[in-house]
Nanobody
Framework: QVQLVESGGGSLQAGGSLRLSCEAS????????MGWFRQAPGKEREGVAR????????YYADSVQGRFTITLDNPKNTWYLQMDSPKPEDTAMYYC????????????????????WGQGTQVTVSL
């Protein structure tokens, strides 16, 4: 049984910083792609960042490139999203998910590639 527990969300002002955590268990060892996604009210879920478990290769959505950093602690089966200089438009529920690798970098942020989701953690950024 796949379990995903996101934590670290909260309310903060633009320009601050926040680190989200995702503790995962029960997923297939072949799932080597770890992703962060977000969904704002009335909008579709969008990919934010992903990291490969083996190579630690990362890829980001253009909207967060240079501001967010995804990292992975393999022994702990935990991955993180460091959010620096957040903006009000980053306000959303944030979710993590493990997935199967392969395909293009942009496709690795397609939420349809991912099957398992946690409850999410809310991030609210104000001016």
């Amino acid at each position: 049984q796949v379990q995903l527990v996101e934590s670290g969300g909260g309310s903060l002002q633009a320009g601050g910083s926040l680190r989200l955590s995702c503790e995962a268990s029960g997923y297939r060892s072949s799932m080597n792609l770890m992703g962060w996604f977000r969904q704002a009210p009335g909008k579709e879920r969008e990919g934010v960042a992903r990291i490969y478990r083996g190579s630690l290769s990362t890829y980001y959505a253009d909207s967060v490139q240079g501001r967010f950093t995804i990292t992975l602690d393999n022994p702990k089966n935990t991955w993180y999203l460091q959010m620096d200089s957040p903006k009000p438009e980053d306000t959303a529920m944030y979710y993590c998910a493990p997935g199967d690798g392969g395909g293009s970098s942009s496709s690795s942020l397609d939420s349809r590639r991912y099957q398992f989701w946690g409850q999410g953690t809310q991030v609210t950024v104000s001016l």
